[in-house]
């Protein structure tokens, strides 16, 4: 009676580490094949995030610099004269191959835009 048991756990015991073995396998493999796609998929582009003259607008520019026509997001933020008050913006839309395109415009709501803190762009086909 005791043998029973003994073959019982046993057998429970490897099913279980065969089906977490399977389990890490299969989410590996999902976990890699997004990480390529996705680096595959979006490309960094040059931007320019230019505050305009008067200091309460900036002018959001990006250049699709991929062979085609792609779809583009940017996103800049901005230091202002008032404490932690740190405007961003993301805008995003098609935009043709090799063409520098004003992507948007951002009002800093009656504070002096001072600098960008931060922006990055990029294009996916």
């Given amino acids: 009676m005791h043998s029973r048991t003994l073959d019982f756990q ?3 015991f490897s099913g279980l580490i065969i089906s977490l073995v399977i ?7 999902l976990i890699l094949s997004g990480l390529s ?5 979006a490309e960094p582009v040059p931007f ?10 900036a002018s959001i520019l990006m250049t699709n610099s991929l062979p085609g026509d792609a779809s583009c997001i940017v996103t800049c933020k901005f230091q202002t004269t008032k404490y932690n008050n ?3 913006i993301t805008c995003a839309k098609p935009v043709p191959a090799g063409k520098e395109v004003e992507m948007c415009l951002l009002s800093s709501g009656g504070d002096k835009l001072l600098k ?7 294009c996916s086909k």
């Fill in 10 to 12: 046993l057998v429970i």
């Fill in 23 to 29: 389990g890490l396998t299969i989410g590996l493999g």
């Fill in 37 to 41: 796609s996705m680096s595959a998929l």
């Fill in 48 to 57: 320019n995030c230019m505050i305009l003259p008067g200091q309460e607008v």
């Fill in 86 to 88: 740190n405007p961003q």
């Fill in 116 to 122: 960008l803190t931060e922006g990055h762009a990029e």
